[in-house]
């Protein structure tokens, strides 16, 4: 039995990236350090878009955004496209333009996942040398195809990269940073590195290792060298004992040179790692011998001592155990970090925190350098106990924030509500857009009479200028209206992450409040004096300021708290010591 079928022909779909409409748009193009092609030149690139643009003129340009000197294959220091991302989810961006694929990223990952959330929400690439347009489906292979031989041929470069450093380490060549205490690394005429050596700083580097071969400890040298006046620009926060240990185990100083220190074993990742054992590494005994600081014998010795003084496989292991509070407690006097204080008891241990100024260098005073300059040195802060900060947190979240759940939710809506109420710029924009598409207009008129032979090249040269800086004039203000409009909305997204955080700590138990959700909620703790604590913590936007008691000993220790406004507490704040000098030295 035959059949008549009447067939329904598709209706026939524009592209909404047809570049014969008015889109938002903006081009992505990316050079590395390595980079020799000149045609492919971060400057090459933008003056590339800038042309594509002016012969779009129905197009808004949303910008050119340019990373330089960065690798293809990591989005991590990408900072001018990761801004470009966020500005297409934002909702400011039609489409984007760059040239090739690898000029996007070579890692075939990164960019599936990145095309496929940008599509997501309406917003596809135009890769214009390639010619893809992530919105036509039939490209998607093409685009896949591509992506992969964008990263292997990023793979063989990098591969191509470590087997010529590798080479040139076998030869002395010095990688890595190129300047260090004690020592310029130079190239002759010949383009030859040498290892030139600074006086006043080898002085140093001798008496350092002399010091602690005679039997000195690193933290009294430090202490040495700070009342000596001797100051460096290397090591920015002054002589410590980290800063004496990394000069002692530096090879440099006794003409040696290793190199392969650190390695990469991912090179899509670009993540770096110490080197156990992993990678081949390269010694090279007195490579430069004539610019050795310290003699072998001195080195030697050096380096028996430390190895005598290294600390055990077990005790390594109990330092690397952090607590929930490590890195997150500020003392309100100097600024300096709090750490770990632990005192050994009969039952259990004493743990408290000390601010690293008062533990290093005890109370605030005034010393008199060598070179007779009169500073000061130490902090008057007083130790907090581990036990007040974690009952602290317990109470905040339980006798604070549980109790009056529904006020601090009603006020983070309140905000957000504040946040979201249209803003005033709407109408400025609509109108700065106009003139921009009229100041876009008349550039590309006067552009084409001049082309034309209507504009003669003088009036050309007269106008175009003063069209050129009135059209970017009107195009930073609108960025400006824009980014506050961006601005608001950013705010409202922390706020209801705030939200979210906030309603699922209320549903937590009693066992659930541990030292893992401590470490995970806590942000910041700075510890004033008169028992003043305040709190930065991860849900809730206000600091939390309180003032604690305690009372007892052992397992009768207590510690109430008392919850304060923040007007309450720059009151005490102000009647509060300060740092004054207790004593000379």
């Known amino acids: 039995m035959e059949y008549k079928v009447e067939v329904t022909e598709p209706i026939e779909t524009t592209l909404k990236t047809d570049e014969n409409k008015p889109h938002r748009v903006c081009a992505y193009c990316r050079v590395s350090t390595d980079e020799t092609d000149q045609k492919n030149s971060l400057k090459a690139q933008k003056e590339f878009f800038e042309r594509y643009f002016k012969t779009h003129p129905h197009w808004t340009n949303v910008g050119i955004f340019a990373d330089e000197g960065l ?53 596809y690439v135009w890769f214009l040398s390639d010619d893809i347009n992530t919105e036509r489906v039939e490209d998607r292979s093409k685009l896949t195809n591509l992506a992969n031989i964008a990263e292997q041929e990023s793979i063989r470069t990098s591969n191509r990269v470590r087997w010529g450093h590798q080479q040139r380490m076998q030869q002395g060549v010095v990688f890595g940073r190129k300047e260090m205490y004690g020592y310029n690394i130079v190239k002759d005429d010949f383009g030859i590195q040498h290892f030139e050596i600074i006086p006043e700083e080898a002085e140093v580097i001798k008496n350092i290792f002399e010091w602690f071969a005679s039997g000195e400890g690193t933290h009294r040298i430090a202490r040495r060298l700070e009342q000596q006046g001797i100051t460096t620009k290397r090591y920015k926060n002054g002589w410590s004992t980290t800063v004496i240990l990394r000069i002692l185990r530096n090879e440099k100083y006794v003409g040696d040179l290793i190199q392969g220190k650190t390695y990469t074993p991912k090179p899509l990742k670009h993540k770096k790692k110490y080197n156990h054992g992993e990678s081949r590494k390269y010694t090279i005994r007195d490579h430069h011998k004539e610019s050795a600081i310290i003699s072998r014998e001195l080195w030697d010795k050096v380096q028996k001592i430390l190895e005598e003084k290294a600390p055990s496989e077990e005790i390594k292991a109990k330092h690397s155990n952090r607590y929930w509070t490590s890195g997150k407690i500020y003392c309100g006097l100097c600024g300096q970090r709090y750490v770990s204080y632990v005192k050994k008891q009969k039952n259990t241990p004493y743990r408290a925190w000390v601010c690293f100024e008062n533990h290093q260098r005890g109370n605030y005073k005034q010393i008199t350098l060598d070179t007779g300059v009169t500073t000061t040195v130490g902090c008057n802060a007083l130790r907090v106990n581990d036990r007040v900060l974690k009952i602290a947190v317990h109470d905040i979240v339980t006798e604070y924030i549980i109790p009056h759940k529904e006020t601090i939710l009603a006020e983070m809506r309140k905000e957000i509500a504040e946040l979201s109420k249209p803003q005033d710029h709407t109408r400025k924009i609509a109108s700065l857009e106009k003139q921009i598409e009229q100041a876009q207009q008349k550039i590309n008129k006067l552009t084409q009479g001049w082309m034309d032979g209507i504009v003669p090249e003088n ?89 604690y008691m305690t009372s007892g000993r052992g397992k009768d220790y207590k510690a109430e708290f008392t919850i304060l406004s923040k007007e309450q507490f720059a009151e005490l704040l102000e009647k509060a010591p300060k740092n004054e000098i207790t004593e000379t030295e």
């Not at 400006?480 to 706020?495: D, G, P, R, T």
Request: charged share 25%.
């Open 71 to 123: 690798s293809g294959t990591s989005l991590e220091k990408r900072d001018a496209f990761n801004r470009m991302i966020f500005e297409a989810k934002r909702g400011n961006v039609d489409f984007i333009l760059t040239k090739e694929v690898s000029r996007f990223s070579r890692n075939v990952r990164d960019i599936m996942q990145i095309v496929e959330d940008l599509e997501n929400i309406g917003v």
């Open 459 to 547: 009036a050309y040269k007269m106008n175009i200028g003063t069209a050129n800086a009135h059209y970017e004039e009107l195009q930073a203000e609108l960025r400006k209206l824009q980014a506050e409009n961006n601005s608001a909305s950013a705010e409202v997204e922390i706020y209801e992450e705030y939200i979210e955080q906030l309603q699922s700590i209320l549903s937590l138990t009693d066992d659930e409040l541990n030292d893992a959700f401590y470490e995970r909620v806590t942000k910041q703790i700075f510890v004033y004096p008169l028992n003043l604590l305040e709190f930065r913590l991860s849900f809730i936007p206000m600091p939390i300021y309180m003032q």
